[in-house]
């Protein structure tokens, strides 16, 4: 473990990796955002329930999960490295006031967290060369923000323009009966930032899946889905084999 990443589970050559940009809400003790600490176990400071979804899956054959180890709010790993919401200022209509950093202050938060974090999933990627790659987050049943925009999507299938595996994963989750979003609750050619430099880049495969966060608020709901996507992802990794 380290303070920007955690890496649950033996990777294995050609085996299935998990990566949870957001899978924490912790902040270090010298880090002040000024913020109310209720705030911390809401969506903008984590996804919910992804990293029990991941340590669970990680417990598996073949499967380990590289996890962020710091709240999106301290530092957002699923952004370009110098997007202002990076180390956002704001998130969803509330203000992050430490996160008004100077230049140098903004470069130490880069070089604590955000470069250690992507330089070990680049070499992780490397050594083990995975067949498949789960980016996996979950997403709100509404934004505090946009409360009448509903989101009746159990589940979304996120990707740019490497959909190889989408197309393969959507027909089943559809098959388990589910309400699946393709591009939904949003689109991964707006957002795909760590799939697009790590996969997308050297042209490996991977799966971008976002869990309504009620489906896995405890741990009934994330062993289901533990279970769940460890059955899709190994027939997905066979397919794309084949």
Excluded at 25 to 35: F, S, W, Y
Excluded at 111 to 123: E, I, M, S, T
Excluded at 193 to 198: D, G, I, L, S, V
Aim: glycine share 8%; hydrophobic share 40%; proline share 6%.
């Amino acid at each position: 473990m380290n303070e920007a990443w955690k890496l649950v589970g033996e990777p294995r050559a050609g085996g299935i990796l998990i990566v949870s940009d957001h899978a924490s809400n912790r902040v270090p003790e010298d880090i002040d955002l000024g913020i109310d600490p209720a705030l911390l176990q809401q969506h903008i400071a984590i996804d919910i329930g992804v990293s029990g979804v991941a340590q669970a899956m990680a417990a598996s054959a073949g499967y380990a999960a590289f996890l962020g180890n710091v709240s999106r709010l301290v530092c957002d790993f699923n952004r370009e490295e110098h997007q202002p919401a990076t180390i956002p200022i704001a998130s969803d209509g509330h203000a992050i006031p430490g996160n008004a950093l100077d230049h140098e202050a903004h470069e130490d938060r880069l070089n604590r967290f955000f470069r250690p974090y992507h330089a070990k999933l680049a070499d992780l990627l490397e050594q083990y060369r995975p067949a498949l790659v789960l980016s996996l987050h979950s997403f709100t049943p509404q934004l505090e923000s946009h409360p009448e925009q509903e989101r009746p999507w159990q589940v979304g299938v996120l990707y740019n323009e490497d959909d190889r595996a989408a197309r393969i994963a959507i027909p089943l989750l559809d098959a388990e009966g589910l309400c699946v979003g393709d591009q939904q609750p949003y689109s991964g050619k707006l957002l795909n930032a760590t799939m697009n430099r790590h996969c997308e880049a050297y042209g490996r495969p991977y799966l971008g899946i976002e869990i309504r966060q009620d489906q896995i608020g405890d741990n009934r709901g994330q062993s289901a889905w533990a279970d769940r996507l460890v059955r899709i992802c190994n027939e997905v990794a066979l397919k794309l084999q084949a």
